[in-house]
């Protein structure tokens, strides 16, 4: 269980340093890639917690 936790905890730390990197990029181009980057590490995210849920509904 650690491991998914881990993992969690790395996609969360990931799309919040996107979105940083977005909101201060000055070219367009960067700024969406990062947000869309964001947006990809976030849907990880939320597929851990659905995991990590599963785990202990099952448990």
Known sequence: MTEH???LERFETLTAEC???AKLA???AKREFYLKLAGHYYQLAADMRQ???SNKAAA
Request: avoid cysteine.
């Open 5 to 7: 936790q881990d993992r």
């Open 19 to 21: 979105e940083l990197i």
């Open 26 to 28: 000055t070219d367009t």
């Open 51 to 53: 995991v990590i849920a």
